[in-house]
């Protein structure tokens, strides 16, 4: 979710303050009929409430069936590492909120955490428990108020984990705001992965910007599988990825302060495999035989037509590109597929493999989408 062009427009008018503006965030404005809406991001008063996963709130009209009750609007968070901060990069305060448990169906004690994250780079955390005491119906105090100390100055930031309900937040933009940079990710990717189920991925932080033209450092990070932290910095780095959907989070610095981290979605898409034959089965170091032919078989449903001609074979692990390829007809019981037999130069291919015995080769190609294909077959490298 980019926030650079909202930034842009809201810039300054949120940077020319004469005093200190305090700010409620009611959640009142309606939400469609029904009185429940799904949202990725939610937005009032100059604060952006947004969440790396699809849709990570629900706007609750007062009076909803099963929903916390106070007589007013509220934001149900329904997804874990939500958070808020300023349209326009600027410093705030989190002074007060109204907190619920998410919905009568599960009135327990719930435990919510709000991490702050300071111009400095440091973070604060504040920690607060719900009572689990809620009919939906007034007038019982469904919600309770929790305050925040004075650690909560100073904010670039707030992250939100937890499953819950939020109302009535107070929140404070100092008579002298800093002007924080800009971080911006560009546009969502689609890649597609080499036979070894990677992709190299070239991210760009190039439109990120400092409103005082200073000069920025970059960090991007990201998880694989859920537990491994991976980091790179720079404006346009290049990385490897896996199969699967990433979402990755780069937070620019000013020398001064960070940025807002802003996200970009990287949708890796794997090769499709086939099948292939290489012959001869039993490759003699010592023969006189110049080439290693592969016979590979297009993917289901594919013709010579899908096949990006412009990119070469690559017959791996040695990495060797093929000397010649002619597209042939192959017939498998009832039905007639695509192929396209290959050669390679057999010298080249034992200077890159050392090791006699079994080894696994395999053979990529290029579809016209951008998709690549592979099949592998394991033959015998003797003396």
Known sequence: MKKFIFYTLFMLLQLIQATASDIIITFDPPSLPGGSKALQSYTENGMVFSGKLDRPFSHNDAGLSNRPNNGTAALNVTRYYTRFNPISPVLFDLLQVDLAEYS?????????????????????????????????????????????????????YVEMSANFTIDNMHIRIPSEPFVAPIAN??????????????????????????????????????????????????????????????????????????????????????????????????????SEQPNIHACLELPAGLDANAVDVNEPFIL????????????????????????????????????????DGLTELSVEGRLTSGQYFYGSDTVRIKE
């Open 104 to 156: 009568t169906i599960y009135a327990y004690p719930q435990t919510i955490t709000f991490t702050g994250h300071k111009s400095d780079s440091s973070t604060v955390a504040a920690t607060f428990v719900t009572d689990g005491i809620m009919d939906g119906i007034e007038p019982l105090a469904d919600f309770e108020t929790f305050t925040f100390d004075t650690s909560f100055r100073n904010l670039i």
């Open 185 to 286: 990710t560009g546009e969502d990717q689609i890649v597609y992965a080499f036979y070894d189920g990677m992709a190299l991925v070239t991210l760009d932080g190039s439109d990120s910007n400092d409103p005082d033209g200073k000069e920025l450092t970059y960090k991007w990070t990201w998880t694989i599988d859920s537990n491994v932290v991976c980091e790179v910095n720079g404006v346009n780095p290049t990385i490897e990825l896996p199969v699967g959907l990433h979402n990755i989070q780069l937070v620019v610095n000013n020398g001064t302060m960070d940025s807002v981290p802003d996200d970009v979605n990287i949708t890796v898409i794997a090769p499709m495999e086939c099948d292939v034959k290489i012959t001869p089965q039993t490759i003699n170091r010592k």
């Open 316 to 355: 791996y692990p040695a990495g060797i590109e093929a000397t010649k390829q002619q597209f042939v007809s192959i017939i498998t019981g009832d039905q007639n597929v695509t192929g396209v037999m290959l050669f390679f130069d057999k010298a080249q291919l034992m200077e890159n493999i050392l090791a």
